[in-house]
């Protein structure tokens, strides 16, 4: 079974450039989440989609941070403009079930590492 | 807000020893799972559990979650070098949609 995708593996930036990263769940896969993991610190959650449907974006800085999920499969987060402090790994996760079930296995990808100068 | 505490936030130790991280929160989880993170990788589920004092064993991991269900631990035995990562836990409330993760702990095992 293939794992999460996600693209590119890094990205070097200048601060207020605009930045895009992409994922492919898990095939089957309802439930998408994309998190943020600024070094030494946990993965952070920025939004969950459930099927193309957003069920919690309520750490999502909505000025510069956007996302979709088309179709229910793949998904794009988009950083524009960016700021120093966004450089980060971003990384992208999916599960089987339903959004609200926090028992549920997430498998995430290898994430991005963007860094912004 | 509900937080996830790590302890220690590092931890070097050598090839055969035993050591105990711990997860710890003033707030109620209906589960809790442990994650392994590696250099230049997601993070990997090593075990959830959901009940209070609930005992799991993985291998040579030991994960227990408190009778209160505010936190946890992960004891691992006779440590080897394959056990380096960055260990996350993760709390998570039916109903609330959300997973809170920890900042890790980072284990080194010297050869």
């Known amino acids: 079974e293939a794992g999460v995708a996600q693209s590119p593996r890094y990205k070097i930036i200048e601060k207020r450039q605009s930045v895009a990263f992409w994922c492919n769940p898990i095939?089957?896969?309802?439930?998408l989440y994309w998190y943020q993991q600024i070094l030494g610190q946990g993965p952070k959650l920025l939004i969950q989609f459930q099927n193309n449907g957003v069920v919690d974006d309520s750490q999502l800085p909505k000025d510069r941070f956007s996302a979709e999920r088309l179709k229910g499969v793949d998904s794009t987060l988009k950083i524009q403009p960016a700021k120093l402090e966004d450089s980060a790994v971003y990384l992208c996760?999916?599960?089987?079930?339903?959004?609200?079930?926090?028992?549920?296995?997430?498998?995430f990808g290898p994430g991005t590492r963007l860094t912004v100068l | 807000t509900q937080l996830l505490e790590q302890s220690p936030q590092f931890l070097s130790i050598q090839e055969g020893e035993n050591l105990t991280v711990y997860c710890n929160s003033s707030?109620?989880?209906?589960?809790l799972q442990w994650y392994r993170q590696e250099p230049g990788e997601g993070p990997v589920l090593l075990v959830t559990?959901?009940?209070?004092?609930e005992v799991k064993k993985l291998k040579r991991l030991t994960f227990q979650f408190g009778d209160a269900r505010k936190d946890s631990s992960l004891h691992i035995t006779a440590a080897q070098p394959g056990d380096t990562g960055l260990y996350l836990c993760a709390g998570g409330n039916t109903g609330g949609f959300k997973t809170i993760f920890g900042a890790g702990t980072r284990l080194f095992v010297k050869a």
């Open positions: 559990v959901v009940t209070g004092g």
């Open positions: 996760a999916s599960s089987q079930g339903l959004a609200g079930r926090p028992t549920d296995t997430q498998y």
């Open positions: 095939s089957g896969h309802a439930t």
């Open positions: 707030s109620v989880f209906s589960s």
